[in-house]
Every structure is written in C-alpha cells, then in structure tokens.
C-alpha cells in the first residue's frame, strides 16, 4: 500500500517556502515549461517541452470536487490547483501527441487511457510508456493519483547508453531493451514515429514500495538545489528503468497501437511519402487510400495541419537535409535531384522549415560535426 501522503504533496504544501537562488516556483501554467500548440481546426492537440525532461503529477478526487497539478523541472516547480468540476467544463485534454517519450506511473486509483482507438485500463504500480507522435489521452474520472516522465529523445538515448553494468569479466551489459525496441522501431520509420506502446504490468505487489521510493527520491532531488543534481536524477531514472526492465517485478509487452480509420490513412500516406520524397500524385494516393484525394486532404489538414502538397514537402525538404549534411554536392545540384527548378523558391521553402538557409544549415550541421 502506498502512504497517503506523498513527496509530492509535501512539496505542494510548502507553498511558503523560501526557495533558494536557482530554483523559482509559481502558481500560474504560464510558466509551464510544457508547451501545448493546440487549434480548434485540428483534431488533436501537440506538445513540446522546453526541457531535457520533466516530472508531472497529477490528482484528481472527483467526489471532493479537488485536482492538483504540479510539473517540477531542474530550475522551477509549477503547481495549481482546481475545481474538478471547472476542469471538466474547460474540456481538458483532447487526443495529443508530442515530441517526447511519455512514461505514466500509476500512484493510486485507476486510470484509464486512450490510445489512438482503444481504452486501456492501469492500476497501482502499472504503468505505460507511450512514444512519441502517438496519440493518447488520460482519462481521469474516479479518484486517480499519476506521475509522468517527460523524456526527450537524446536525454533517454543518453539514459540508455550509460545503463549498463559490468560483469565478473569486465564486459559491459547494456540495460533497457524496451526503450531500445522504440528507437529501432522510429529508425524504421523516422519520418513518422511508430506507434507503439508498452504496458509494464505488476506481477509482484511486495516490490511497489521500491519503486515508490524511488519516485519519492526524484521528487526530493529535483527540488533541492545542491550540486550534482543533474547527475543525481540521470542515475535515478537508470535504477528506474532497470526495476522496469526485472521481469520479476513487471510482465512487459509492447503493442502496435489501434488506428481508426483516419490514423491509418495518415500513416500510410506517411509511409508512401517517406518511400518516394513525398512525390505521389492524387491518383496515386486515392489507389493507395481507397477514398477520394479531397476526403484524403481534409483528414490531411485535420490532422496534421497541412495539406497533402505541404506534408509531401517535408519529406523532400527533410532529404535535402540530409543531403546537405551527409554529402558535399552543391545546393543547385540537390535541388535538381529533388525536382526544384526554382533555387529561391527551394531557399524560401527550406528557410520555412528549418529557420536556416541551406548553406547556413550546412554550414551549421557541419560545425557540430567536428
């Protein structure tokens, strides 16, 4: 059983404490380093985080008519509290994406999350990771108590390149296949993130206590502001990922998630894209789809908020990227090999999607190379 009184809510408690230089608190989501890019137009909502990562906890008590929220990074604690009733009404979250990887640790309660067209139902010590671009949705209607991980890509890759451990021998053993598994997965389909999931189920109740001591550790030394705290939270999240990954604690299983009927027509129009630079004419696309290219547009520009023109661009613009930094040919010849007649026009569209021109890309890229 968990205690009723986490770390969590202690640090939510001390709403008067001084905190020293270096770590700021607020009250207001205005200073949430959580990014929503949201539009009525669109289907679904799109975030992005400021930070290598961040840790969320959320409450709901539906019958106390209570939520809290509170999001700590490095540098700051963001905290409200709410009606539930008021939470409701705003109409929350709706279906969402986002750039990072998602990890959601059940506390207490039950949560019920959607992912892409399916429910799935977590209980206390459960937990799921969801990776990046697939759509989901918490759904918080019976007292719930959750905490998530916001995981950037190349903080996790850093995560799972230092988890490793030494043999008698001195070899090196590398821990943390699932999170391995997302990687090769989204190298498969870079363009267009896999959409998978992986459900960490509890087999032994005994070690809940573990891991919510580590949790309360995190939460301890993500609020402090003594040096080495960078460090401090890597090796915890490794210990993390480790419980995660004892198949004596968890039975894991990573699921190919459920597309309705639009998801699936965005994602083969993604992987059609990706085979041929996003150069598919509207006939081609509605044999690939089976519907009508106007349908196909309007499930384009709901989604993705481009339309079928724009989208295919990205993938042309991303092999110019790519082109740009892997070989030395001239912009004018990589723009004739990717159909652009027009050099100024091919500058505008790269400046639009990558905020540099091609040579300062090139030249940018190269810089870090070296």
Not at 99 to 113: A, P, R, W
């Amino acid at each position: 059983m968990y205690p009723k009184q986490t770390l969590f809510q202690v640090v939510h408690a001390e709403s008067d404490r001084e905190y020293q230089k270096g770590l700021s608190r607020h009250h207001s989501m205005s200073y949430s380093n959580l990014i929503l890019h949201s539009n009525e137009n669109f289907m679904y909502q799109y975030f992005e985080i400021n930070m290598p990562y961040l840790i969320l906890y959320e409450n709901v008590n539906p019958a106390a008519n209570s939520s809290m929220y509170m999001e700590l990074s490095e540098s700051s604690i963001v905290d409200s509290h709410m009606a539930y009733h008021d939470l409701v009404s705003t109409g929350g979250l709706r279906l969402h994406s986002h750039d990072f990887y998602e990890l959601t640790f059940v506390l207490s309660g039950e949560l019920k999350m959607r992912i892409e067209d399916e429910y799935i139902t977590y209980f206390p010590g459960e937990c799921c990771l969801c990776n990046k671009n697939i759509h989901h949705v918490e759904v918080m209607d019976r007292n719930t108590e959750i905490v998530l991980f916001l995981l950037k890509e190349e903080y996790l890759r850093d995560l799972i390149s230092a988890n490793y451990y030494y043999d008698q021998d001195g070899n090196p053993h590398a821990v943390g296949s699932v999170f391995q598994r997302f990687f090769q997965e989204n190298r498969k389909n870079s363009l267009y993130d896999a959409k998978v999931y992986t459900d960490f189920r509890l087999l032994d109740a005994v070690r809940q206590d573990q891991f919510f001591d580590i949790i309360n550790r995190m939460v301890e030394e993500i609020s402090g502001t003594h040096s080495g705290k960078s460090y401090m939270m890597k090796a915890l999240f490794c210990r993390f990922i480790e419980m995660l990954e004892n198949s004596n604690s968890y039975q894991t299983e990573v699921h190919w998630a459920k597309l309705s009927n639009d998801e699936q027509i965005v994602y083969k129009i993604a992987n059609a894209y990706q085979d041929k630079l996003g150069l598919f004419s509207r006939v081609e696309i509605e044999a690939l789809t089976g519907y009508n290219s106007d349908y196909v547009e309007r499930i384009m520009k709901r989604s993705t908020g481009k339309t079928l023109s724009e989208y295919g661009k990205t993938f042309l613009l991303k092999r110019a990227a790519e082109m740009l930094t892997d070989t030395d040919k001239k912009v004018g010849d990589i723009c004739e090999m990717l159909g652009y007649s027009n050099r100024n026009y091919f500058n505008k569209l790269f400046f639009k999607e990558y905020g540099l021109t091609p040579f300062a890309y090139r030249k940018n890229t190269s810089r870090k190379g070296t």
